[in-house]
């Protein structure tokens, strides 16, 4: 079976030895394969799925293995307590219903904003402290229903708001007009409704023409 050449490319020479042995002698070298890293076992099992039984599973980190694991059948094989937030967002981004597995406590801030963009459930979940303005307003910006949730709209800078109000203009309510003072005429192309927020709070450019 020849390895795919974008996924070589990326090898490591101990993936490189063993699968130049594998071919030669079609069989499964157990002392090269000693040598494999997290990253080798990721890229073998998915050329050669016949060294399955030969993985040294605690050597699998990161939620792209876990899935591995997921799809090989073996995730009962998985150690829960080595995965950190990151990890955890990723994996119950695909699979949900690990969530009952999860240590809430480890994630943080952008972790909770990639697992609630997908999965706004487990709202119940967060610890809404740890999101930043930043966070926030990358949440919004696919789950608006949060926005009880949010506690930090007066940190919010220009381009938060626009990229908020861009998709989610039902949120102009939320805004401090007096921060939005170069794109009010970019937002009001897309949305000519959010006009009566502008007259109620003029930007500077606005009160120096009027004057």
Same mark, same amino acid.
């Given at each position: ?78 150690? $829960?307590?080595? !995965?950190?937030?990151?990890? @955890? &967002?990723?994996? +119950?981004?695909?699979? /949900?219903?690990? #969530?009952?597995? =999860? *240590? ?23 610890? $809404?402290?740890? !999101?930043?303005?930043?966070? @926030? &307003?990358?949440? +919004?910006?696919?789950? /608006?229903?949060? #926005?009880?949730? =949010? *506690? ?35 937002? +009001?192309?897309?949305? /000519?409704?959010?006009?009566?927020? =502008? *007259? ?12």
């Amino acid at each position: 079976m020849i390895i795919k050449s974008k996924i070589k490319k990326f090898s490591s020479p101990a993936f490189c030895r063993w699968e130049e042995n594998y071919r030669a002698t079609g069989k499964i070298d157990k002392e090269l394969l000693s040598a494999f890293q997290s990253r080798d076992w990721g890229v073998a099992f998915w050329n050669y799925p016949e060294i399955i039984p030969f993985v040294d599973w605690k050597k699998l980190r990161g939620f792209r293995h876990i899935r591995l694991l997921h799809q090989a059948g073996y995730i009962n094989r998985c150690n $829960w307590l080595k !995965l950190n937030g990151l990890e @955890w &967002a990723c994996f +119950l981004a695909f699979k /949900p219903e690990y #969530a009952e597995k =999860c *240590d809430w406590a480890k994630l943080k801030g952008p972790h909770w904003c990639c697992l609630l963009k997908r999965h706004p459930e487990f709202a119940d979940k967060c610890d $809404w402290s740890t !999101l930043s303005h930043f966070d @926030w &307003a990358n949440l +919004l910006r696919r789950q /608006p229903q949060l #926005a009880k949730f =949010c *506690d930090k709209w007066a940190d919010f800078w220009e381009v938060d708001w626009v990229l908020i109000l861009r998709k989610q203009p039902q949120l102009a309510p939320f805004c401090n007009w007096q921060k939005i003072r170069l794109c009010r005429e970019e937002l +009001l192309k897309l949305h /000519p409704e959010l006009q009566n927020y =502008c *007259d109620a709070c003029p930007s500077e450019k606005g009160m120096k023409n009027e004057r």
